[in-house]
């Protein structure tokens, strides 16, 4: 909510008469109650000699008929049969049932046999290849920690996980299906750069390249 602009000659007019307003409301209570507000100060009126303890006392045996009531009726509700809204409560493997893994086409039980226990919860990366797991295990510096993950790098997002699991996968998540991937249709073709990589090297232009020539005799035929 913006703050009220205090200079605006409108907004001052209405907090000065908001300000008498409350004032008028205040100095007709104590109109009211000036009797009541002399006596508290005056002290005039007579002494109950109650103490700390006689208060205390006096709210517990108020709360006494409350405790009672409540231990009463939790006596009875803890008798009753407790009623039962569903005589079966769906799990994992319900939820599961058209949705899964497997059932979506993401993965392989042959590959991944954790598919198919479904009372757990699905696999979240898939499985690493034996080959690549073991450079984790084999000597130092051609291979360890650093090497796995240079070449673990290097695999696509959707290779390694089933879902996209952080937002940086977002970005990189099945890019193979993207059209910007795809070779265009009738994109630019490097003839300079594919003529000097090609075997034979760079070859003249075809006849249909050159200007068409005017009808006529216009060379010297040798007789």
Same mark, same amino acid.
């Not at 005589?87 to 590959?111: A, F, M, N, R």
């Not at 000597?139 to 673990?152: H, I, M, S, T, V």
């Given at each position: 909510?913006?703050?009220?602009?205090?200079?605006?000659?409108? /907004?001052?007019?209405?907090? /000065?008469?908001?300000?008498?307003?409350?004032?008028?409301?205040?100095?007709?209570?104590?109109?009211?109650?000036?009797?009541?507000?002399?006596?508290?100060?005056?002290?005039?009126?007579?002494?109950?000699?109650?103490?700390?303890?006689?208060?205390?006392?006096?709210?517990?045996?108020?709360?006494?008929?409350?405790?009672?009531?409540?231990?009463?009726?939790?006596?009875?509700?803890?008798?009753?049969?407790?009623?039962?809204?569903?005589?079966?409560?769906?799990?994992?493997?319900?939820?599961?049932?058209?949705?899964?893994? /497997?059932?979506?086409?993401?993965?392989?039980?042959?590959?991944?046999?954790?598919?198919?226990?479904?009372?757990?919860?699905?696999?979240?990366?898939?499985?690493?290849?034996?080959?690549?797991?073991?450079?984790?295990?084999?000597?130092?510096?051609?291979?360890?920690?650093?090497?796995?993950?240079?070449?673990?790098?290097?695999?696509?997002?959707?290779?390694?996980?089933?879902?996209?699991?952080?937002?940086?996968?977002?970005?990189?998540?099945?890019?193979?299906?993207?059209?910007?991937?795809?070779?265009?249709?009738?994109?630019?073709?490097?003839?300079?750069?594919?003529?000097?990589?090609?075997?034979?090297?760079?070859?003249?232009?075809?006849?249909?390249?050159?200007?068409?020539?005017?009808?006529?005799?216009?060379?010297?035929?040798?007789?």
């Amino acid at each position: 909510m913006p703050l009220i602009d205090i200079t605006n000659p409108a /907004i001052i007019i209405f907090l /000065i008469e908001n300000y008498e307003k409350e004032n008028r409301l205040r100095l007709n209570w104590i109109h009211k109650n000036w009797e009541r507000i002399q006596q508290a100060a005056t002290l005039t009126r007579e002494p109950t000699n109650y103490f700390e303890t006689d208060v205390i006392a006096h709210s517990m045996i108020n709360g006494l008929q409350t405790i009672t009531r409540d231990h009463i009726v939790a006596k009875n509700n803890r008798r009753k049969t407790p009623i039962r809204d569903g005589t079966y409560i769906p799990g994992i493997k319900d939820l599961q049932k058209g949705h899964s893994i /497997i059932d979506v086409g993401l993965g392989d039980p042959k590959e991944d046999p954790r598919l198919l226990n479904h009372t757990a919860n699905d696999p979240i990366m898939r499985p690493v290849d034996p080959e690549l797991n073991s450079i984790i295990y084999k000597p130092k510096p051609e291979f360890g920690r650093l090497q796995y993950l240079a070449k673990r790098n290097k695999i696509l997002p959707e290779k390694k996980y089933y879902f996209a699991e952080c937002t940086t996968f977002e970005h990189g998540w099945r890019l193979q299906d993207s059209a910007l991937r795809q070779k265009p249709t009738h994109g630019r073709c490097w003839h300079l750069t594919r003529a000097l990589r090609s075997r034979v090297g760079p070859q003249p232009d075809p006849p249909h390249y050159k200007p068409s020539e005017p009808p006529g005799d216009n060379k010297c035929v040798a007789l």
